[in-house]
């Protein structure tokens, strides 16, 4: 259970699998939304509330600003090549609400994050003719 906790935190299985999902502009376009949560919950003095902003939140302000975003575009008057843009909001990940469940081992390998951990040792300077600086007087 430690192993599962050090990968998702406090957030649900659902929601890691989900935004490992996502392709990068997806991610960006939730960044700016936590950034701007961030920015308007200082502004208004209620820097808790950008706090409580967690995963969970996110997919569902990404899911809710998508669902406009996919109505706005459906009530536009026909523009050719107007059927890419529909077919690709419908296959953005932001609006599939359910994903298959990723195992432990999944979620690492999506996250970035190995089974051992390494340590590294610094590189060490090449052998070579050392100069000396002259001090200046």
């Known amino acids: 259970m430690d192993d599962l906790y050090e990968v998702i935190g ?6 890691v699998s989900w935004i490992c ?3 990068e502009p997806e991610l960006d376009l ?10 308007r919950a200082k502004a208004i003095g209620h820097v808790e509330l950008a706090e409580k902003f967690d995963l969970k939140m996110l997919r569902a302000i990404g899911l809710v600003v998508m669902e406009h975003f996919r109505q706005k575009v459906k009530d536009l008057p026909p523009v050719p090549g107007m059927d890419e843009t529909s077919a690709c909001i419908d296959g953005c990940n932001l609006l599939k609400s359910k994903l298959d469940k990723l195992s432990i081992e999944e979620l690492k390998s999506c996250l ?13 300077e090449q052998e070579g003719p050392k100069v000396r600086r ?3 007087r």
């Open 21 to 23: 999902s996502l392709s």
């Open 30 to 39: 939730l960044i700016g939304l936590k950034k701007l949560v961030i920015l």
């Open 134 to 136: 002259q001090s200046r």
């Open 112 to 124: 970035g994050m190995k089974k051992e951990k390494h340590y590294f040792k610094r590189p060490q």
């Open 10 to 15: 406090n957030n649900r299985i659902e929601d």
